[in-house]
Each structure stands twice: as structure tokens, then as C-alpha cells.
């Protein structure tokens, strides 16, 4: 599977962004996919995940409250829709997807980097003061 990760660009403190990853081949339905992001001089981190379903979706703690992952599966698309920008999050943004042996498999490793199959070109965020 391919994927595209669109919606970045510059936006000041407490606005809003929502960060579109279009997949294409078949069968998007099976993969789990996660949202991730590098900020300058640091390592690449997990920010968001949902199951293949849309039905479970998981964050990380510092975005709780201010990010939604949701995904269209009819679109072959996932969204992270990001409100109350903070200056830390800028960062590039990667999407990612996960080939799921199964819905518990993904529930305990959804945060890590090494059971995504594919990723997308990152698409960068910058959030001003």
C-alpha cells in the first residue's frame, strides 16, 4: 500500500489542523494505522492509532483531548484532526500503516515504530507564537 499524508502547514498557537493520509492499493479495511511525528533534533514518536475498524483509537498522552484519529474506509483515508496547536507539536508528520495479525496484537504494540509495514512521506506541521 501506498500512502500520501497531506493538510500540514503553518498555523499560531490554539488553531486547528486536520492532516488527511490517502492510501492506495487494496485493502486498506485490514491495516491498523497510526499517526506519528518528528520534531527537529528528536526522535520520531507515536501520536495517534486506530484499528482497522475505526472503533478503537489510541493517543499519546501529550495530544489527549486536543487530537482525533478517525478513518473513512469507503475513501481509503485517515485523519488527524489537531485543535489547541501547541508550539511543541511542530514536527513532521508521518502516516503509517499496520498489516494487523490481529486486533489484540495491535492493542499492546499500536505505540511502536516496528509493526507499521508502511509509511507515508511526512507532512510538515509548524505552529507559531
Known amino acids: 500500500v501506498q500512502l500520501q499524508a497531506s493538510g500540514g502547514g503553518l498555523v499560531q498557537a490554539g488553531g486547528s489542523l486536520r492532516l488527511s493520509c490517502a492510501a492506495s492499493?487494496?485493502?486498506?479495511?485490514?491495516?491498523?494505522m497510526g499517526w506519528f511525528r518528528q520534531a527537529p533534533g528528536k526522535e520520531r514518536e507515536f501520536v495517534a492509532g486506530?484499528?482497522?475498524?475505526?472503533?478503537?483509537?489510541y493517543y499519546t498522552d501529550s495530544v489527549k483531548g486536543r487530537f482525533t484519529i478517525s478513518r473513512d474506509n469507503a475513501k481509503n483515508t485517515v485523519y488527524l484532526q489537531m485543535n489547541s496547536l501547541k508550539l511543541e507539536d511542530t514536527a513532521v508528520y508521518y502516516c503509517?500503516?499496520?498489516?494487523?495479525?490481529?486486533?489484540?496484537?495491535?492493542?499492546?504494540?499500536?505505540?511502536?515504530?516496528?509493526?507499521?509495514?508502511?509509511w507515508g512521506q511526512g507532512t510538515l506541521v509548524t505552529v507559531s507564537s
Open positions: 503509517a500503516a499496520h498489516a494487523t495479525v490481529g486486533h489484540l496484537y495491535y492493542t499492546t504494540n499500536y505505540y511502536r515504530e516496528r509493526i507499521y509495514d508502511y
Open positions: 486506530v484499528s482497522r475498524s475505526g472503533d478503537s483509537t
Open positions: 492499493g487494496r485493502a486498506f479495511s485490514s491495516y491498523a
